[in-house]
């Protein structure tokens, strides 16, 4: 109690370095978004305004219409507390007390991670009842075909682009991925996909590489722990996907 502003003061300049240095993949990839109260709100977007229709001279303008799509989303709190006694800070030779709090703002830290690869791992069931990764959705490659390869990345990109939005304006959205999102296991295999000029696995030296440069690679140990194969592709930051 002598020291409570001083020791205040360290322990959150402490915990807010070990949250700024903590090692994260998800905010490479994710949105960062912001809410005000702990009420639940919609994320809403807006469908496509249709094609544009010809007018005749003399003729009028006609009216379009829009749809609209919305996601339910909340604020959470999530905390642990951990005591120490003045005793242990006056006989602090180790730095402990600064190194709890750090440890603190990793913690916090990792937990936003482990949420947002629950995402991923979990698939959950989203608005339309449909799960997240799903064949309706059009975003599911499953079987032999689905392995790490340069024939597995063109087929998930040229199905990113062909994408549809809900009211079928547009027949294909052109996403373009961005990221790829994977294990740590499988990252050598993705660098050297995208790095490589000629494509890795032909006999021909000539041919060159489809996927080369195609996204950004980002790999997590959590995904490891989920699935040694499966992987991921988002779009850019300016397409919805995950929100922090």
């Given at each position: 109690s002598d020291f409570a502003n001083?020791?205040?003061?360290?322990a959150n300049k402490s915990m807010l370095k070990g949250y700024e240095e903590s090692p994260e993949t998800f905010d490479v990839w994710t949105s960062v978004g912001n809410l005000s109260d702990f009420k639940t709100v919609s994320r809403v977007d807006l469908g496509l305004l249709p094609s544009l229709a010809k007018v005749d001279?003399?003729?009028e303008?006609?009216?379009?219409?829009?749809?609209?799509?919305?996601v339910s989303v909340m604020l959470a709190t999530y905390g642990k507390l951990f005591s120490i006694s003045r005793q242990a800070v006056i006989n602090d030779d180790l730095n402990a007390f600064t190194k709890v709090p750090s440890k603190m703002?990793?913690?916090a830290k990792r937990t936003i991670g482990n949420l947002v690869y629950a995402i991923l791992t979990g698939n959950p069931t989203m608005a339309d009842s449909v799960a997240l990764f799903h064949a309706t959705h059009g975003n599911l490659l499953t079987g032999g075909s689905s392995a790490l390869s340069a024939a597995s990345l063109d087929t998930g990109r040229s199905t990113m682009a062909k994408q549809k939005d809900?009211?079928?304006i547009k027949q294909g959205l052109n996403i373009i991925p961005a990221y790829w999102i994977g294990p740590v296991g499988l990252l050598g295999t993705a660098k050297q996909l995208f790095a490589s000029q000629t494509e890795p696995g032909q006999s021909n030296p000539g041919v060159g590489n489809r996927v080369q440069g195609?996204?950004?690679?980002v790999a997590d140990a959590r995904l490891d722990a989920a699935s040694a194969t499966a992987w991921y592709l988002a779009g850019g930051q300016q397409y919805d996907t995950i929100e922090v």
């Amino acid at each position: 109690s002598d020291f409570a502003n001083i020791l205040a003061n360290v322990a959150n300049k402490s915990m807010l370095k070990g949250y700024e240095e903590s090692p994260e993949t998800f905010d490479v990839w994710t949105s960062v978004g912001n809410l005000s109260d702990f009420k639940t709100v919609s994320r809403v977007d807006l469908g496509l305004l249709p094609s544009l229709a010809k007018v005749d001279g003399g003729a009028e303008n006609t009216y379009a219409t829009m749809s609209d799509r919305g996601v339910s989303v909340m604020l959470a709190t999530y905390g642990k507390l951990f005591s120490i006694s003045r005793q242990a800070v006056i006989n602090d030779d180790l730095n402990a007390f600064t190194k709890v709090p750090s440890k603190m703002g990793i913690a916090a830290k990792r937990t936003i991670g482990n949420l947002v690869y629950a995402i991923l791992t979990g698939n959950p069931t989203m608005a339309d009842s449909v799960a997240l990764f799903h064949a309706t959705h059009g975003n599911l490659l499953t079987g032999g075909s689905s392995a790490l390869s340069a024939a597995s990345l063109d087929t998930g990109r040229s199905t990113m682009a062909k994408q549809k939005d809900p009211d079928n304006i547009k027949q294909g959205l052109n996403i373009i991925p961005a990221y790829w999102i994977g294990p740590v296991g499988l990252l050598g295999t993705a660098k050297q996909l995208f790095a490589s000029q000629t494509e890795p696995g032909q006999s021909n030296p000539g041919v060159g590489n489809r996927v080369q440069g195609m996204a950004t690679p980002v790999a997590d140990a959590r995904l490891d722990a989920a699935s040694a194969t499966a992987w991921y592709l988002a779009g850019g930051q300016q397409y919805d996907t995950i929100e922090v």
